[in-house]
């Protein structure tokens, strides 16, 4: 039995509802306790501190096939000299290294938001191997053949909820993402865009079709993340109305936006890109049941990776350096893995900056954003603090917008925006928020019997990037991983998932469907808890659904 | 646990002798022995019995080329790896979980962690390393490619369900599988004796694959200056033009004998970005039957690189050139190397300038007897494990099928290092 208390701390809890109060905190056997009978094992004084949960970054490309393509591709950029041993680069870290960075920022948990069902294994292989955090991954539907081919034929709800909660089961994940909905697809059959209410030519089918019926199964399955949807038109001048029309497709049942800043692009003035932050803002403050993240762009080299490979072969033409890769998966999805630079002497690319910032300031409640540079396609994870103090920061921001190597102020109403983020603010959209989204019960607070993720920051570090960037303490599950700023401990952490109950019936129609068509059998296919334990190297933890019906 | 006299069916068991792993395997075990029922070739169906016989079952450690028993085999290995001053830990063949343990070993004995296949699979990487590369995987190609061409001298040997499985089969949800149109280019000789099928829609073309720069130039151009006939280069040309996915498949390993292998693999991968212009095509690099797959890919996760690897207690780097394995031994640059091979057939060839410790799976064969030789179990026999397909996307589970008679690599490399 350990025990720690953590003492005179301010505490940032918004579950609780408790902002910069002073607090004492209490941990036993790896949970959050009321209080301690005995002395604590181990007391933090945390006087001039700050105390948060430990925070949760929803939307982070840390392990997977793509992931590890662009670790393979970019060997030049492992040459990262401020580093002890591991010289990988930020954008495209190696597991040990994701984790080290990780927990120095005080993140706690992180979930990949495209696994490839039939890439499973791999990807939480290499999950596994990252050391303290625990994560999770959204598995990969809306350009598999076998779902398109159930809308295709009209099949009924029930049957693709069915089908839905059995890849949930059998990759071992969180929630459902779709990429490009149908668009993935629609290029393995040489068709190089597809509109929202554009039909494929192989299926028929168009892609607010395709989110709809995943929108509806993931609720009627009760997963607690809504679907993630990257929408189409990534990166396309124009796209906010597509991005509009993806979210209308939902039907007003929950539905998550990621990246939104690459899906808010305008087509105005003489260059035809312009912001439509204002646009898509407006529709995120009074849609009820629509979040997203953001996705912010950072400027330096990078190396954009995602599952849409429509787009990512349409922007192989701006690789820097000059390589890419992209990939048709499996019946299942697709890969694109394209080096960038964002350059501030870019039109484009500051905008896109800009876009950004506009997009988190003018939402009005923290609960809705969420704090990603959509690792590493806007920038490394590494850069959240700096990021932090953007938000925190007009005059750094304002600052910072006016050194920019191209002028964009006539572009960008980001000088008008007067708002800077609290602390509280940040602490809901990097804790609380994601938690509640995610459905971690155990997670993003510190309330009573929920895991013991903490993290501690120095007031005394006067500049908040600082402060944000090295945390004095950080617990893991009730253990002192980080103190001082230096690991203490390693630890790994557990998987996170979910596992919505369906109809056994659906496990046989997968089953002929795979010894006919596919390269492995389904029993193949399927990951167990102990394979994920025994062989893989991580446990898992089930976190609850409950069924909902569409009245 | 069972015991050893139980008699077990399994289904659905994956093959981990080569990289196509097939995971249709239906076996028993009586006895703890392995009894094939599924219908699958004699030569995959030996590589799984063998395991069996007697002498398999019996083969001791051995020191200096004397049987020994494990303890000692493991104090003499303990002790070369002490008095080592630089080595190298070769992957002869594993599964990811084999190839995790031995990255360890070599971060905690300050090694070179290379593998025997580097020389291929880094002609592979280096395509996408240097510029775009369009490829796909198995799947893909079984149910949407209506046009293939495999560049091949003995790959259908290497791989011998890749026809049926794969390129041939009964079943395609995209297209009319009977109007698959298939090249197989290469040896024809060869190609025929190893194809286990008679397929009307196979082609087989007599080619010396040297030249493939020269047929690719020559589809380009629309004018036969290969030196195929013009009435099969018409064919073919009027196949790959009709296309609508194009999927075209080597293994580098065949090319690596001549001198414009790099042209090859790079003109290939070329020619099919040029066709995804307009229309779709894709390549696939068969990966080798020595887990460099797996290796690969655990690796590149754990260190950002693909082998190459030299660990040095402070930081670890990688260099293409400098820390290759083959020269370093050649050179004797090293004094050790610590062979693991848990699954190849294949013959280590050993330097007998430098020691050598082998942990190999009982059939191991080397060339010279090593100073100090630890037989381990295979992973997808006596133990469970993960293996990567040739396609470097799937990734397989190996289950534990017979009560192990040797110890896991995992364990002799942890009791090596302790």
Redesign the interface.
């Known amino acids: 039995m350990t025990t720690i208390h953590l003492k005179n701390g301010k505490v940032f809890d918004p579950t609780n509802r408790v902002f910069n109060k002073k607090k004492d905190v209490y941990i036993r056997d790896g949970k959050f306790v009321k209080s301690l009978k005995k002395k604590a094992d181990q007391i933090i004084d945390c006087t001039d501190k700050i105390v948060m949960p430990g925070a949760i970054d929803l939307h982070t490309h840390i ?1 997977g ?1 793509k ?3 662009a ?3 970019l ?1 030049e950029f ?1 040459n990262n000299s401020d580093r ?6 930020d954008f ?5 290294k994701t984790g080290l960075q990780y927990i120095g920022m005080g993140y706690t948990s992180c979930f990949e938001p495209a696994l490839l069902p ?2 499973a ?2 990807s939480h ?2 999950m596994a ?1 990252i050391p303290f955090v625990d994560k999770g991954g959204y598995a990969l539907l809306g350009n598999d ?1 076998y779902l398109l ?1 159930l809308i295709s034929r009209g099949a009924h709800q029930s049957e693709i909820n069915d089908y839905v909660a059995f890849i949930l089961k059998a990759s071992q994940c969180i929630g459902i993402k779709v990429v490009n909905a149908g668009g993935i697809n629609a ?4 068709q190089r865009a597809l509109n929202v209410d554009e039909k494929s030519i ?1 299926y028929k089918i168009t892609p607010r079709k395709i989110v709809n019926v995943l929108a509806r199964a993931v609720y009627e399955l009760g997963v607690p993340h809504p679907l993630h949807v990257h929408c189409s038109n990534l990166g396309v001048p124009g796209n906010f109305k597509s991005t509009i029309e993806t979210i209308k497709a939902a039907e007003g049942l929950p539905i998550h936006i990621t990246h939104i800043q690459f899906h808010s692009y305008g087509d105005n003035g003489d260059r035809k890109f312009s912001s439509a932050s204002a646009e898509i803002t407006e529709y995120l403050n009074k849609v009820p049941n629509l979040t997203c993240d953001v996705g912010q762009v950072m400027f330096g080299q990078t190396v954009t990776m995602s599952g849409d490979s429509m787009t990512q ?1 349409k922007n ?1 033409k701006h ?1 820097h350096p ?11 999805a697709g890969c694109g ?1 394209v080096p960038f630079k964002y350059r501030d002497q870019s039109f484009v690319n500051a905008l896109q900056w800009a876009i950004g910032l506009e997009t988190f300031l003018l939402a009005e409640d923290a609960e809705k954003i969420f704090l990603t540079t959509d690792h590493p396609n806007g920038g490394p994870f590494t850069s959240y603090p700096h990021l932090i103090k953007l938000l925190m920061d007009k005059t750094f921001r304002d600052d910072l917008l006016a050194r920019l190597a191209i002028d964009i102020s006539e572009h960008t109403i980001l000088k008008d925006i007067k708002r800077e983020y609290t602390l509280s603010e940040i602490a809901t959209m990097t804790r609380s928020a994601p938690a509640k989204i995610l459905g971690l019960k155990n997670k993003g607070s510190l309330s009573d019997g929920v895991d013991a993720d903490i993290t501690v920051y120095d007031t005394r570090l006067s500049d908040i990037e600082d402060m944000f960037a090295h945390p004095s303490h950080v617990i893991k599950d009730g253990i002192l991983v980080v103190e001082n700023g230096k690991i203490k401990d390693y630890i790994w952490g557990k998987t996170q998932v979910v596992r919505p109950e369906y109809d056994p019936s659906i496990v046989k129609k997968l089953d002929k469907h795979f010894k ?6 389904l ?2 296919f399927v ?1 167990s808890n102990d ?1 994920m334990s ?3 190297g991580s446990d898992v933890n089930i976190n609850d659904c409950v069924r909902k019906r569409i009245s | 646990m069972s015991k050893i006299s139980d008699s077990i069916n399994y ?2 068991i ?1 093959c981990p002798f080569c990289s196509l792993h097939c ?2 395997i239906e076996l028993d075990i009586n006895d703890n022995k392995i009894h094939i029922k599924s219908d699958i070739s004699a030569s995959c169906k030996e590589k799984f019995e063998k395991n069996n016989s007697q002498t398999v079952n019996k083969v001791s450690p051995t020191v200096n080329g004397k049987a020994s028993n494990f303890s000692n085999a493991l104090k003499k290995a303990k002790q070369i790896v002490k008095n080592s001053n630089e080595s190298v830990i070769m992957n002869a063949s594993s599964d ?2 084999i190839a ?1 343990e031995m990255l360890t070993t070599s971060s905690k004995i300050n090694g070179i962690y290379d593998h025997v296949n580097s020389a291929t699979f880094l002609k592979n ?1 280096s395509i ?13 190609i ?3 490619s209506d046009v293939i061409v495999l560049f091949s001298n003995s790959i259908l040997k290497k791989y011998p369900r890749l026809t049926t ?2 390129l041939a089969p009964e ?4 297209i009319n599988p009977k109007k698959k149109q298939i090249y197989i280019i290469g040896n024809k000789k060869n190609n025929i004796k190893d194809s286990s099928i008679k397929d009307s829609r196979i082609t087989y073309i007599d080619f010396n694959n040297k030249d493939i720069p020269k047929l690719l130039d020559s589809l380009i151009n629309k004018v036969n200056e290969s030196r195929l006939s013009n009435k099969i280069f018409n064919n073919l040309a009027k196949s790959i033009d009709g296309s ?2 194009l999927s075209m498949i080597w293994a580098t390993s065949e090319f690596m004998k001549y001198d414009t292998c790099d042209e090859i693999i790079n003109n290939i991968s070329d020619y099919v970005l040029s066709i ?1 212009e307009t ?2 095509a ?1 390549c696939l690099t068969l990966a080798g039957n020595e887990g460099d797959a797996s290796s ?3 690796s ?7 082998s190459r690897i030299k660990f040095t207690g ?5 260099d293409r050139d400098l820390y290759n394995a083959e020269s370093l031994i050649e050179s004797n640059n090293i004094d050790l190397v610590i062979y693991i091979n848990a699954i190849s057939n294949k013959e280590l060839s050993l330097n007998k300038k430098n020691k050598n410790i082998v942990i190999g799976h009982p059939s191991t064969k080397f060339n010279i007897e090593p100073h100090v030789f630890l037989p381990c179990g295979i992973p997808g026999i006596d133990y ?3 293996i ?1 397909r040739t396609d ?6 190996l289950s534990s099928i017979k009560i192990p008679t040797y110890r896991s690599v995992q364990e002799i490399l942890r009791g090596i290092t302790s």
């Open positions: 392990g096939g992931v590890n393509i670790r393979l591709m060997q492992h002890d041993y591991d010289l990988t680069a495209v870290p190696s597991t040990l039939m890439n294994r791999q292989s290499e191997d053949d081919n290029f393995k059959f040489n192989r072969h192989h690789a000059k390589k890419w890769l992209c990939m048709d998966i499996e019946c299942d893995v006919k068509y596919n390269t492995i059998g029993s193949n990951i394979e025994e062989v893989i | 289904k659905n994956a995971d249709d990811v979980n995790r990487l996408f390393q240097r510029k775009g590369f369009m490829c796909t995987s198995l799947s893909e079984k149910n949407k499985r794969i079943n395609s949800f995209s609508k996915y995804n229309s779709r894709a690969v890919q655990t590149g996760w754990l260190t950002g690189f693909p402070d930081y670890f780097e990688y469970k494990g993960l990567f470097n996307v799937v990734t397989l589970p």
